[in-house]
């Protein structure tokens, strides 16, 4: 019996490694990235758009159900360099994430993003009450950069025009909407820092 369930997930391991190299060689030759590394990995029902303006590093892991792309309806209105969204090398975006581009994101290497976690360039006007919001176009249109080495918790949001720095740390559920220097945490909605590394301690210090 144990025999016949070894071999079951082992079956099952193959099928999935052969689903992921299928997903990979069609992201890599069939789809016209502006450019993409090796070892990418697509998980089940990851969701790229408007492929041809997002640029990809190596060793890039894409969880299940994440959405990654360049907005199809606005992006032409904010120039038409390449590439809008950019994602480094080894950087992890987790289940249910979402990585909307308009004018420029970028991912540097080593990012880690928690599961359902919203990174955006962009938001909506609301401004008239006399039409739907969906009709008034974007507000906010500001480039996002998130450093070396950040990690973002579950769920966490950012808005457009933050920068997050290099090995810094967002908290769950927190919404950044101003910049993290390097080396801090921040947590909350709206976030704050809580802490920053001190390097001649070699500590992370409370912040008041």
Request: net charge positive; proline share 3%; charged share 20%.
């Amino acid at each position: 019996m144990k025999n016949v369930t070894s071999q079951k997930k082992e079956t099952i391991y193959y099928l999935f490694k052969i689903y992921y190299l299928f997903k990979y060689v069609y992201h890599r030759i069939l789809t016209p990235f502006y450019k993409i590394g090796w070892r990418v990995v697509f998980c089940r029902v990851a969701e790229i758009n408007n492929s041809r303006y997002i640029q990809m590093g190596r060793g890039v892991y894409i969880g299940k159900n994440a959405l990654i792309q360049v907005d199809h309806f606005h992006h032409l209105e904010y120039g038409f360099h390449k590439p809008k969204l950019k994602i480094g090398n080894n950087v992890s975006i987790g289940s249910g994430s979402v990585v909307s581009a308009v004018s420029n994101v970028e991912l540097e290497d080593d990012v880690i993003i928690a599961p359902y976690c919203y990174i955006a360039d962009n938001s909506h006007r609301f401004d008239r009450v006399d039409i739907s919001i969906k009709y008034q176009g974007l507000d906010k249109v500001s480039p996002v950069k998130i450093k070396k080495g950040a990690w973002l918790g579950w769920s966490a949001v950012v808005c457009p025009g933050v920068t997050i720095g290099i090995n810094s740390v967002i908290g769950a559920n927190s919404v950044v909407t101003k910049d993290v220097p390097d080396y801090c945490v921040a947590v909350g909605a709206p976030a704050r820092i809580i802490k920053k590394y001190d390097f001649e301690s070699g500590k992370w210090v409370k912040i008041g």
